[in-house]
């Protein structure tokens, strides 16, 4: 939930008067776990009206067609200052004839991104009510070289049945020689680096808050992150051996910046032994991973359907129904995940004092939630209960000093973070 409150001051456009520069388009390529969501939820917050897009994915038809404008996918194309998300192509660049196109991408080490990949869905399905299962399970059941084929398929826009006879080398050679004409390509710790240097043009602040991160799911969850030291030596080699167009674009690339240009790509290692079998068995090992997923323990049928629908109805906007089916859930299901969700529905909704009563059952269940508090602290705010609104809000701070909404918040009610807790207990349970 973002406050419209805090959206910044954009600048006047740069295009469209005679003799005025014309602004240039960043194509914010978003390769999963990432840091995405990072910078899109900041766009979307801070950016213009129109000047952030993210493209829809394409119907399956068209996408097996290869059919239709690219252009309709963005609405107003002369008020587009930056697209992201997934499913950006090239072909989206047709749409800014006279613009110059700064591409970037953040990129991510196999194993780091597995481990990230891994860890979000375990919590998600935590959080949803659904099973878990291994780790050796997530990764035969993922394709090799995911980032690799995400680009390839997704930016190249090239087809499923043209990779599937194209060679490894060839491969590499073309991804190396699209990176190199990027305006930026880093590492994902690059996230903070890169909406620096965006932000004066877009006219958003320089500085992003962390989004869905492994802190953010653990106050919703139990589930311990797999860390890298905890697997086997032989298993953080086969992953950079399983995945090995990956690694080798991770360490050619992580450190280019803004001098892709200059990059001399490594040598692609040599493919390991039993690659073929491994993905012969890759189906099999997709269905073991839904199978645990869904249906493994029968106190989960039918969980992930309620949740389904209300995370739908959350996405359309449409809070009153949202809030319903939370209800619902949090009825059968009451976890701190479910009592946020619901909590923010009915927010939403405008019915503050119900979404109180959620936020405090989160806080019960996981009294160490620091956002849970924040929430906390806006529901009251609504209210008119201010101070009871600044105690939660110290006490988000408390357990998490980088809330840097709910120092806004409560710097704005007049409070300091290190002030003593106002009387009435807000947010003591």
Same mark, same amino acid.
């Given at each position: 939930?973002?406050?419209?409150?805090?959206?910044?001051? $954009?600048? %006047?456009?740069?295009?469209?008067?005679?003799?005025?520069?014309?602004?240039?388009?960043?194509?914010?390529?978003?390769?999963?776990?990432?840091?995405?969501?990072?910078?899109?939820?900041?766009?979307?917050?801070? +950016?213009?009206?129109?000047?952030? +897009?993210?493209?829809?994915?394409?119907?399956?038809?068209?996408?097996?067609?290869?059919?239709?404008?690219?252009?309709?996918?963005?609405?107003?194309?002369?008020?587009?200052?930056?697209?992201?998300?997934?499913?950006?192509?090239?072909?989206?660049?047709?749409?800014?004839?006279?613009?110059?196109?700064?591409?970037?991408?953040?990129?991510?080490?196999?194993?780091?991104?597995?481990?990230?990949?891994?860890?979000?869905?375990?919590?998600?399905?935590?959080?949803?009510?659904?099973?878990?299962?291994?780790?050796?399970?997530?990764?035969?059941?993922?394709?090799?070289?995911?980032?690799?084929?995400?680009?390839?398929?997704?930016?190249?826009?090239? &087809?499923?049945?043209?990779?599937?006879?194209?060679?490894?080398?060839?491969?590499?050679?073309?991804?190396?020689?699209?990176?190199?004409?990027?305006?930026?390509?880093?590492?994902?710790?690059? +996230? #903070?680096?890169?909406?620096?240097?965006?932000?004066?043009?877009?006219?958003?602040?320089?500085?992003?808050?962390?989004?869905?991160?492994?802190? %953010?799911?653990?106050?919703?969850?139990?589930?311990?992150?797999?860390?890298?030291?905890?697997?086997?030596?032989?298993?953080?080699?086969?992953?950079?051996?399983? #995945?090995?167009?990956?690694?080798?674009?991770?360490?050619?690339?992580?450190?280019?910046?803004?001098?892709?240009?200059?990059?001399? &790509?490594?040598?692609?290692?040599?493919?390991?032994?039993?690659?073929?079998?491994?993905?012969?068995?890759?189906?099999? +090992?997709?269905? @073991?991973?839904?199978?645990?997923?869904?249906?493994?323990?029968?106190?989960?049928?039918?969980?992930?359907?309620?949740?389904?629908?209300? #995370?739908?109805?959350?996405?359309?906007?449409?809070?009153? $129904?949202?809030?319903?089916?939370?209800?619902?859930?949090?009825?059968?299901?009451?976890?701190?995940?479910?009592?946020?969700?619901?909590?923010?529905?009915?927010?939403?909704?405008?019915?503050?004092?119900?979404?109180?009563?959620?936020?405090?059952?989160?806080?019960?269940?996981?009294?160490?939630?620091?956002?849970?508090?924040?929430?906390?602290?806006?529901?009251?705010?609504?209210?008119?209960?201010?101070?009871?609104?600044?105690?939660?809000?110290?006490?988000?701070?408390?357990?998490?000093?980088?809330?840097?909404? @709910?120092?806004?918040?409560?710097?704005?009610?007049?409070?300091?973070?290190?002030?003593? &807790?106002? $009387?009435?207990?807000?947010?003591?349970?």
């Amino acid at each position: 939930m973002a406050s419209g409150a805090r959206r910044a001051a $954009t600048p %006047e456009p740069r295009d469209g008067g005679a003799g005025a520069p014309v602004s240039p388009v960043y194509f914010l390529l978003h390769v999963p776990k990432t840091a995405g969501q990072t910078i899109e939820l900041h766009l979307r917050e801070y +950016c213009a009206p129109g000047a952030y +897009c993210e493209p829809r994915r394409p119907g399956l038809l068209r996408r097996l067609a290869r059919d239709g404008n690219p252009g309709d996918a963005i609405p107003d194309s002369g008020a587009v200052r930056a697209l992201g998300g997934h499913h950006l192509g090239r072909s989206l660049e047709a749409c800014f004839p006279q613009r110059e196109i700064r591409r970037t991408v953040l990129l991510r080490d196999p194993l780091g991104l597995h481990l990230s990949l891994y860890n979000f869905r375990m919590m998600s399905y935590l959080a949803r009510g659904l099973g878990t299962y291994s780790f050796a399970l997530h990764l035969n059941s993922l394709r090799r070289n995911p980032v690799a084929h995400f680009l390839l398929s997704g930016w190249l826009e090239i &087809p499923a049945l043209v990779l599937a006879a194209m060679s490894d080398a060839r491969k590499y050679a073309l991804l190396n020689r699209m990176l190199s004409q990027f305006w930026f390509v880093g590492a994902h710790t690059d +996230c #903070d680096r890169l909406i620096a240097a965006i932000a004066p043009d877009l006219g958003v602040p320089a500085v992003a808050q962390r989004r869905n991160t492994s802190r %953010e799911w653990r106050a919703q969850v139990a589930w311990e992150p797999l860390t890298a030291e905890a697997l086997s030596g032989e298993v953080r080699d086969a992953v950079a051996t399983r #995945d090995r167009i990956d690694q080798a674009l991770w360490e050619s690339w992580r450190g280019a910046g803004f001098g892709a240009a200059s990059v001399r &790509p490594r040598p692609l290692p040599q493919r390991g032994a039993g690659a073929s079998a491994a993905a012969l068995l890759r189906p099999a +090992c997709d269905m @073991a991973r839904l199978f645990r997923r869904d249906w493994a323990r029968p106190a989960y049928i039918g969980r992930g359907r309620r949740v389904a629908r209300a #995370d739908a109805a959350r996405n359309a906007g449409d809070w009153a $129904t949202a809030a319903q089916r939370y209800r619902a859930v949090v009825a059968r299901h009451a976890t701190p995940a479910m009592w946020m969700q619901y909590g923010h529905a009915e927010q939403m909704a405008g019915n503050a004092a119900a979404a109180e009563a959620a936020y405090r059952e989160a806080i019960l269940l996981k009294a160490d939630n620091a956002d849970a508090h924040y929430y906390l602290g806006t529901a009251l705010q609504a209210l008119g209960r201010e101070p009871e609104a600044a105690s939660a809000y110290r006490r988000a701070l408390a357990l998490d000093p980088a809330l840097s909404e @709910a120092r806004g918040w409560l710097e704005a009610l007049g409070g300091r973070a290190d002030d003593e &807790p106002a $009387t009435g207990g807000g947010a003591s349970l």
